[in-house]
């Protein structure tokens, strides 16, 4: 594995299974299973078979092959592996592409978590007080051997994380407050389209790109690939239930849909205070600051790996080695003060183009697990298995592009169909260029995918 081949003290350190389940989960578990599942339950309880499906067969496939095929190539960033398997052209966009999105993920992530503990100390310490600290705090992150800091606290925040969510669910519970049934109704009182909206507002917890820009972290310090499937794919199920707690929480605190959209109305949307009162409303004065700190470490532990992972990205693509501190530095430096203007903007805006971004992300990579399975020894079959979510996902993010208000906002009479082609032509690409070149002579006659 890359830590057994590359030991360097910094980013390339054997971890225990536990420890790297836990840094992998905080690394991916952002605002957006929190903050994302309560825009997403406004679709009502039709969101919940987005999160499991989505998380099945979708994220957890995105995560694992992300990190598996990072090990595999020695631990190499995101934009690499994208490179090896789709050329040279993606190599260059992913390279851009994944760098800017990082940096904007640790602004949106910065910005979130400062405006919940400004909740906590009103008229003492500001937003942006907090969002100095946590500056500070993502840059000696960023710094350190990740064994130093990230490898140590992480477990502690793990802890909280879950007993967070058990304690908001189980007030809940607690409360008799009512679940709604399944149902496959539009409920977002605004009539805003579940397609492709809803699976777009909802990312991290069924599925996100931003994951795989995190795996190379973690992949660096597994020492055995067998482990992958608990770390990679057991990780992202478990940010999967905590989408689906607060999916279920927003929906029954707030008595349905329109009591939860009327709520984010009165706060202008500010998900922070959403938070604050669904935490003193189901755990007390005293719970409220169990859920506070619980919700605020998820895009903390996501923020100091984004700006990571930018510097790894970039030493990568510059080959510049990382063992030296001021080596170092010199990527981290532009970084932060590229990130700290980008927290002056308003949070809504920064997530709507993260969203999308990250949507476009996934479906890159789930493309990349496509091909790089026709050419496995298994041959193309295992292929489907990344194919599939790939073209789903591609309808999602062209159907977005040209309906979402802040991209084309066209009809969804146009949109829809547009998607659509878009997802078939991804499709048929795949099978000219990945499937058939990699079927055995007699398979192309009989259509069976190679087996060796």
């Not at 878009?422 to 070149?437: D, Q």
Request: hydrophobic share 50%.
């Amino acid at each position: 594995t890359p830590c057994q081949a590359h030991p360097d003290g910094v980013d390339f350190v054997p971890i225990s299974t536990p420890r790297a389940f836990l840094v992998e989960l905080l690394n991916i578990a952002g605002l957006g299973p929190i903050f994302g599942a309560l825009a997403g339950a406004l679709w009502g309880p039709i969101v919940y078979i987005w999160i499991v499906f989505g998380t099945i067969f979708a994220g957890g496939v995105h995560d694992f092959l992300s990190g598996t095929l990072s090990m595999r190539q020695d631990g190499a960033s995101i934009s690499e592996v994208v490179g090896n398997n789709l050329g040279k052209v993606m190599l260059q966009v992913l390279r851009v592409f994944s760098v800017i999105l990082l940096v904007l993920i640790g602004a949106t992530f910065t910005t979130g978590p400062a405006g919940l503990f400004a909740e906590l100390t009103p008229n003492i310490l500001t937003k942006n007080f907090w969002v100095v600290i946590l500056l500070i705090y993502y840059f000696l992150a960023t710094m350190f051997p990740i064994d130093k800091i990230i490898g140590k606290i992480y477990p502690i925040f793990g802890v909280l994380l879950i007993v967070m969510c058990v304690g908001v669910i189980g007030g809940i519970f607690a409360g008799g407050y009512p679940i709604e049934e399944l149902t496959l109704t539009n409920e977002h009182p605004a009539k805003t389209p579940f397609w492709s909206m809803m699976f777009v507002t909802v990312a991290c917890g069924a599925c996100s790109g931003f994951h795989s820009t995190q795996a190379p972290l973690v992949g660096r310090c597994i020492d055995d690939e067998r482990k992958n499937r608990r770390i990679f794919y057991g990780a992202m199920v478990a940010e999967g239930v905590i989408a689906l707690i607060w999916a279920t929480v927003g929906i029954a605190f707030y008595h349905g849909t329109k009591g939860l959209y009327a709520a984010g109305n009165a706060l202008h949307n500010n998900q922070s205070v959403m938070v604050y009162n669904i935490g003193k409303g189901l755990l007390g004065p005293v719970g409220v600051i169990l859920t506070v700190v619980g919700v605020g470490i998820c895009p903390i532990t996501s923020a100091d790996t984004a700006f990571r992972s930018a510097r790894l990205t970039i030493s990568d693509w510059f080959h510049i080695d990382q063992k030296s501190i001021p080596s170092r530095l010199k990527i981290s430096i532009p970084l932060f003060a590229a990130g700290a203007l980008l927290t002056q903007l308003n949070f809504s805006v920064i997530w709507r183009y993260f969203s999308y971004s990250n949507q476009t992300l996934a479906m890159i990579v789930l493309w990349t697990g496509a091909a790089y399975l026709c050419k496995w020894r298994k041959g193309t079959l295992y292929s489907l298995v990344a194919a599939i979510p790939a073209t789903f996902m591609s309808a999602v993010t062209a159907t977005y592009l040209f309906m979402a208000p802040e991209c084309l906002h066209l009809s969804t009479a146009i949109a829809y169909p547009v998607g659509v082609i878009f997802a078939a032509i991804c499709f048929v690409i795949y099978v000219v260029k990945g499937v058939i070149p990699n079927m055995k002579p007699t398979d192309r006659l009989s259509g069976i995918p190679a087996e060796s």
